[in-house]
């Protein structure tokens, strides 16, 4: 079956850090590029971070640079975000969703998304 | 920095045709991508590349973009078609993916 899972999630004080991780199956997972897009609890979808393919580029949003950074295991089928230094705006439903193509941009539509998992920032 | 900007919410009678705008500075010469959510559930792309269909994706959505408004149209809307619906771009000038603030589509 064609699936991605996250998992990593959970409840974590303000400055703390958390690992997500993301399992592919049942595709091709270093034929297309990754993404996390998190969304905040009654609020829209937010593009958190974007990587190519073969990990070449990554793009990530503004409100996250510095503090996330998001990395892939071909042999393992996974993608991860690993968050640092926290803070409470960070609570969110993360998901990690496929991109239609190998690399990032207009072509890269996130064609296949997991169930999310939620993080709580909160002391 | 580039802006898209959908209406909050918007109504539609079952089997009549629902609207859902996407605004932005000269929209029509970017891929606008839309997605679907239903409560609880992940989105799900139903337009890319302005009006290609991913598979299993109706016939009834169909979308456009042009000068400063990307539109996806949902003919001959049902019950199931109720949802947020989300606009998508990809800004070049800041190599980051955009979303709409989402329009949360009310089928009377």
Not at chain 2, 5 to 15: E, R
Request: neutral net charge; hydrophobic residues 30%.
């Amino acid at each position: 079956e064609v699936q991605l899972v996250e998992s990593g999630g959970g409840l974590v004080k303000p400055g703390g850090s958390l690992r997500l991780s993301c399992a592919a199956s049942g595709f091709t997972f270093s034929s297309h590029s990754m993404n996390w897009v998190r969304q905040a609890p009654g609020k829209g979808l937010e593009w958190v971070s974007s990587i190519t393919s073969s990990s070449t580029y990554i793009y990530s949003a503004d409100s996250i640079k510095g503090r996330f950074t998001v990395s892939r295991d071909s042999a393992k089928n996974s993608l991860y975000l690993q968050m640092n230094s926290l803070r409470a705006e960070d609570t969110a439903v993360y998901y990690c969703a496929r991109g239609r193509t190998p690399g990032i941009g207009a072509g890269g539509a996130f064609d296949l998304w997991g169930q999310g998992t939620t993080v709580t920032v909160s002391s | 920095s580039y802006v898209l900007t959908q209406p909050p919410s918007g109504s539609v009678a079952p089997g009549q045709t629902a609207s859902i705008s996407c605004g932005g500075n000269n929209i029509g010469s970017r891929s606008v991508l839309w997605y679907q959510q239903k409560p609880g559930q992940a989105p799900v792309l139903v337009i890319y590349y302005d009006n290609a269909r991913p598979s299993g994706i109706p016939q009834r959505f169909s979308g456009s973009n042009s000068g400063n408004t990307a539109t996806l149209t949902i003919s001959r809307v049902e019950a199931g078609d109720e949802a947020d619906y989300y606009c998508q771009v990809w800004d070049t000038d800041s190599d980051q993916w955009l979303f709409g603030g989402g329009t949360k589509l009310t089928v009377l």
